[in-house]
């Protein structure tokens, strides 16, 4: 069921809310929004007819701070709602926003079963490995042996990747981005708002006051672009500030590889295609991590298959055709009746 687009064009400052914005200074949420209040005007529907879902978090802060429909849950339920609001009314653009704790924590089971069903909602996930607006808890995906708040003298737990968990639910859609990184977060925003399905965008997102620096294996100026792999459809996985380092498929493993060196050229180098339905490949590069190989971003896996309320539309009217039921005297009348004397 198509969306309604606005008969004007829109702005940014269109989708502007007039609330104070009250993340810390330095936060990435504020990164993230500005994308989000960039990517709304392209996409060109009506501002009524988008509406963002939220749990609870810091990040669950967000539909106050965009000027369209929202609705501020409860902790780890966003994706719950979220499906019901979609199959009320599919002619909404349905935006999810959650942090690394309500989605994999208490709403971890939610949130594999949106993924499940291809629900065609927009789910990004704040990832800065802590709790924050508790006060610096350990979260699913915070660092094994990490000293928080909750885990004096350590976590024990072995953290989740959320990008495997999007893949390992057989996910349509699975990207990764950096909140420092404003132009290739919105390209990836970009690709997620186009995808019919269940789209998982991962943030990495720094939390300046509880757990400042979490990503900086990644993110540091000084070796970033020897740890950072960008991936574009159809293209030679390279990287490396040269631009001299690239990836290949050995033994059904992935290995790094210097280009130039024993004989490699752009040639031997993995090309991606994230339209492939098998996982394989797709699950492998987002396990890829730091110090061994650079981490995988932009648009991993992107697969078309039919979503969970175009079956769901289809199904309906095929019953409707063939049901006996049309009114409700049909339905009142229908079953097992007797009359009492």
Request: proline share 4%; aromatic share 8%.
């Amino acid at each position: 069921m198509a969306i309604e687009h606005s008969p004007i064009e829109l702005t940014k400052a269109d989708f502007a809310s007039d609330q104070m914005v009250k993340w810390c200074p330095g936060c990435g949420d504020h990164a993230i929004l500005a994308s989000v209040l960039g990517i709304f005007p392209e996409i060109g529907y009506k501002k009524e007819n988008f509406c963002i879902v939220s749990g609870i978090g810091c990040s669950s802060r967000f539909p106050y701070y965009v000027n369209t429909y929202g609705f501020h849950g409860i902790h780890g339920r966003a994706a719950a709602i979220a499906t019901g609001v979609k199959i009320a009314n599919p002619k909404l653009s349905v935006w999810i926003n959650s942090g690394d704790g309500d989605a994999t924590a208490i709403g971890g089971n939610h949130f594999i079963h949106v993924i499940r069903r291809n629900m065609d909602v927009n789910y990004i996930l704040f990832n800065n490995r802590i709790y924050g607006l508790t006060k610096g808890q350990y979260s699913p995906t915070t660092k094994h042996g990490q000293i928080t708040k909750s885990s004096p003298y350590g976590v024990i737990d072995y953290p989740f990747n959320p990008g495997e968990l999007v893949i390992g639910a057989r996910g349509t859609f699975f990207a990764r981005a950096i909140d420092n990184s404003p132009k290739t977060l919105g390209e990836v925003c970009r690709a997620m708002a186009a995808h019919d399905g269940a789209a998982i965008v991962e943030v990495l997102q720094n939390c300046v006051i509880f757990n400042d620096k979490t990503h900086r294996d990644v993110t540091d100026r000084a070796f970033r672009e020897e740890r950072q792999l960008w991936l574009e459809q159809g293209k030679p996985m390279i990287f490396g500030k040269l631009k001299d380092k690239g990836i290949v498929l050995r033994n059904n493993s992935l290995e790094v590889v210097e280009i130039g060196k024993d004989g490699i050229t752009e040639k031997d180098l993995l090309v991606h295609d994230s339209t492939i339905e098998n996982t394989g490949i797709h699950m492998m590069l987002a396990q890829l991590a730091p110090p061994e190989f650079p981490m995988a971003f932009g648009v991993i896996r992107a697969v078309k298959k039919p979503t969970y309320n175009q079956l769901f539309e289809q199904q309906m009217a095929e019953v409707k055709a063939s049901s006996k039921i049309q009114c409700m005297d049909d339905l009142l009348n229908s079953g097992e009746t007797w009359e009492i004397k």
